[in-house]
Each structure stands twice: as structure tokens, then as C-alpha cells.
């Protein structure tokens, strides 16, 4: 069964940092891009970053730029979001998902999704 797995999240002060995880099991993530986004209840869900295949292209939300760090281990079957001084703005489920390019963060594009994992910022 192909299935992604974020871990990771947790409650964090402002300006608090933490690094979320994206496993894949019974795939290998070396043939796809993955995405990272978020959501709050009411909104939609939000593009925040992408890493493609090689971590040749990088890409980010304007929101994290110079804040979030997106890397991935092929080795480990890996990609990792590292979150640097947060605000409780990007309070949110944080889910990965993969996909064939890093082009944009249309949902329907990405074809396989983890179940989430919560990130909360309040002192």
C-alpha cells in the first residue's frame, strides 16, 4: 500500500522552530516532487513548499520564504520541512503529498497525500 506519513508536529512557542517529516512507505519517493502545504479549518488547503525529484529546484510560499527549509534524504525515503521562526500564523495541519513536477500547488495535481500532522504556535 503506497502511503506518505508526516511526523513531526507539536505545540511551539513564537519564534520556535520545528522539523516536520514525510515518509514514504511502498514507494520510492526518488521518482516524484513532493509537496508540502497547510490548512486551517475554514480555509483552503495552501501551498507552502516544494522539492523536486533531485532537490535541484526548491520552491517556496512567499509567506515562509527565508524561514522553511525543504530537503529530502533518497535514501531514507525522506523529505523533510524545516520550520524557522514561527509566528502563530503558521499555526496549521501540515500534509505532504507527491507529485511528478514542482509546478504550482494545484491539489489535484498531486496524486498521493500522508494524513497530516498539526503544528500549533501559541505562547
Known amino acids: 500500500q503506497w502511503q506518505l506519513v508526516e511526523s513531526g508536529g507539536g505545540l511551539v512557542q513564537p519564534g520556535g522552530s520545528l522539523r516536520l517529516s514525510c515518509a514514504a512507505s511502498g514507494f520510492t519517493l526518488d521518482y516524484y516532487a513532493i509537496g508540502w502545504f497547510r490548512q486551517v479549518p475554514g480555509k483552503e488547503r495552501e501551498g507552502v513548499s516544494c522539492?523536486?525529484?533531485?532537490?535541484?529546484?526548491?520552491d517556496y510560499a512567499d509567506s515562509v520564504k527565508g524561514r522553511f527549509t525543504i530537503s529530502r534524504d533518497n535514501a531514507k525515503n525522506t523529505v523533510y520541512l524545516q520550520l524557522n521562526a514561527l509566528t502563530p500564523e503558521d499555526t496549521a495541519v501540515y500534509y505532504c503529498a507527491a507529485t511528478a513536477y514542482c509546478s504550482g500547488y494545484v491539489t489535484s495535481a498531486f496524486n498521493y497525500w500522508g494524513q497530516g500532522t498539526q503544528v500549533t504556535v501559541s505562547s
Open positions: 522539492i523536486s525529484k533531485t532537490a535541484s529546484t526548491k
